[in-house]
């Protein structure tokens, strides 16, 4: 390691971590390259303590802290560039908001940069070439994640973890630890390989080396004994129900006039083919009819009287109107074919920006505004409430809710099916749909049920119980996908983050164990 450009500041502290940053984009979807967190994580783990020795003499004794800022902070920004700068796609829908998109490019990954920063410059000091360090920094890690899933409105996109979505047999641990603890875990094998830059014995290196193949194996059997065992437990279920997902396709588009949305549902009942006879739940997806409010479609109510049978039920994004609050929801209706609202669910994460202006007061008064149509912000729904259809039992998803695994800790033990309705249109040709569908992949392992995915200019998709995509359609495709589902009662999840706080104070008690005992 030492090579002469290991001595230059600049090359540490810019170069060398915004190549991390631009490198891990290729952990995520849509390239699932997830080996290279075997190398960014232990990379960085060393150039901590680097850092550490040389800011008191090379790097001209600049203060340790302000350079370890420098370092995390730029991998943070690259990190997040590299990953999420779809969305300033969504600003680029409103010319009027074109000014935003340098600020939202170099404001939000720096701000969420600070996720990588606050841990990295906390548990430095104390980073030696000890496995107790490995700990202490896998640990650091994760509690930042799991702190930005939280804090504000939350923004859990691209944990760690999601780096193996591909790998079906692995995640089924998820049931059983939970998102949070599954992270931890996999950011401590990740940093593993750390320990190559120790001075140990071979032996031991060795050792650490293959602990890791051990994991994945002991993973992958228990994934694939899970997976086997479900295929019997799916044969003995008796209570089904016949779900068609539509997938339109349809442009980004609001200030519809009658005549586009006379033809928007003309496409949408054409490509539902529904069958008279058979009981169906037609799934369309969020952004179907966009901008409009569920009164303002009540005009058309006689082609679905005249498509749709007494046997059919339709599912579908829509705005509703609240009198008293004098204000619109972002809602998920379940309509019969007379279009009476038989279930109704209004989202309860709003995007900021996308569907509420934070400070709307304020902001507001310098001529910005939510990117979706209209100028007001949708009220917040209040409460999570399932959405129930004879023997169906719900948990509605709209869009962006599905990142969040709260929705499936605080869901209905009863809870049957989940379905995830979405308008994938704001992400343009990006990344960003392929990052979101594996969301979905995670919630339907989490909660042992089946999740049905609608969504427009994104993936449609029926994931069973496990994960395993059965059926779906891809960003460009338009068409229908049916199934009968069967429905999982009594589905198993793991409830709460219990296992990840019980590792973390673990995590915690053996680095302080080995520190006092100057192990």
Known sequence: ?????????????????????ILSVFSFQPFNFSI????????????????????????????????????????????????????????TFDETLNFLIPFGLILIPLFLSLFFSIPIILCGPYLNFNFSSILLFSGSFAFSDYLRSKILTGFPWNLWAYSFSWATEILQILNLLGLFA?????????????????????????????????????????GNFTLNQ?????ET??????????????????????KEIERRLDQLIRISQPSQNTKTLFVWPEGAISGK?????????????????????????????????????NSMIIINNNMDILQEYKKQKLVPFGE????????????????????????????????????????????????????????????????????????????????HFAKAIFRAIEHNTFLIRSANKGTSAIINNRG???????????????????????????????????LLITYVFIFNFYRKNNV
Request: charged content about 20%; proline content about 3%.
């Open 36 to 91: 290279v967190n075997f190398f960014i994580l232990p990379s960085i783990f060393y150039l901590i303590i680097f850092i550490k020795k040389k800011s008191k003499s090379l790097y001209r004794k600049k203060p340790f802290k302000k350079n370890l800022f420098i370092f995390s902070t730029v991998f943070g920004f690259t990190f997040y560039f590299s990953g999420v700068h779809w969305i300033t796609n969504s600003l």
């Open 230 to 234: 479900n295929e019997k437990k799916l």
């Open 182 to 222: 599954f992270n931890l875990i996999l950011i401590t094998l990740f940093s593993l390989p750390a320990i190559l830059f120790f001075k140990v014995n071979i032996s031991k290196k060795i050792v650490s080396l293959v602990s890791i193949l051990l994991f994945f194996f002991i993973f992958y059997i228990y």
């Open 468 to 502: 395993q995509v059965i059926k779906k359609l891809g960003d460009k495709e338009i068409g229908n996908i049916e199934l009968v589902v069967p429905l999982i009662e009594g589905s198993s999840r793991n409830k709460n983050d219990l296992i990840f706080y019980i």
């Open 356 to 435: 509420f202006l934070p400070f709307e007061k304020l902001l507001s008064k310098i001529g910005l505004k939510k990117i979706t149509e209209g100028y007001g912000s949708f009220l917040k729904g209040a409460e999570s409430k399932n959405l129930k259809l004879d023997a169906l039992n719900i948990l509605p998803l709209i869009c962006y809710e599905v990142i969040f695994t709260s929705f499936i800790q605080k869901s209905n033990h009863d809870t049957n099916l989940i379905i995830n309705i979405s308008e994938d249109g704001w992400f343009g040709k990006s990344i960003g749909p392929d990052q």
């Open 293 to 329: 409010s569920y009164i303002q479609i009540l005009k058309f109510k006689k082609k679905f009287s005249e498509n749709f049978s007494q046997n059919h039920y339709i599912l579908f994004g829509i705005n509703t109107f609240d009198k008293k609050k004098n204000g619109y929801y």
């Open 237 to 258: 279920e008796t209570d089904k129900f016949n779900i068609k997902v539509i997938s339109p396709n349809f442009e980004l588009k609001y200030g519809l006039t009658d």
């Open 1 to 21: 390691m030492n090579v002469n450009f290991f001595n230059n500041r600049i090359f540490i502290l810019y170069i060398f971590p915004s190549s991390l940053g």
